[in-house]
Nanobody, 114 residues
Framework: QVQLVESGGGLVQVGGSLRLSCAASGNIFRINDMGWHRQAPGKQRELVAIITRGGSTNYADSVNGRFTISRDNAKNTVYLQMNSLKPEDTAVYYC????????WGQGTQVTVSS
């Protein structure tokens, strides 16, 4: 069993920054892709960013240039640096990790106030 624990969410004003972290623990075989999704009220969950084990990244168009995903393989941790935040970034952010199957975090709330 693998557990993902997220931290770093909160309330921030428009234009501000937040850094999310997600640490994986438990019976980890080998973590390949890691990433973040988000879900805003009344909307479907959407992919925000993904990072491969080798460090290749991909971003949703809506966050490209503002968000940066990174990871520390030794710590089995993925990060999401979010800058220039907008009200439309308000959502619950979920991290995930792929290790033989998908594992998900419990979600962390990010609220951007105008």
């Amino acid at each position: 069993q693998v557990q993902l624990v997220e931290s770093g969410g909160g309330l921030v004003q428009v234009g501000g920054s937040l850094r999310l972290s997600c640490a994986a623990s438990g019976n980890i075989f080998r973590i390949n892709d890691m990433g973040w999704h988000r879900q805003a009220p009344g909307k479907q969950r959407e992919l925000v960013a993904i990072i491969t084990r080798g460090g290749s990244t991909n971003y949703a168009d809506s966050v490209n240039g503002r968000f940066t995903i990174s990871r520390d393989n030794a710590k089995n941790t993925v990060y999401l640096q979010m800058n220039s935040l907008k009200p439309e970034d308000t959502a619950v952010y979920y991290c995930y990790a792929v290790s033989l199957t998908y594992y998900w975090g419990q979600g962390t709330q990010v609220t951007v106030s105008s």
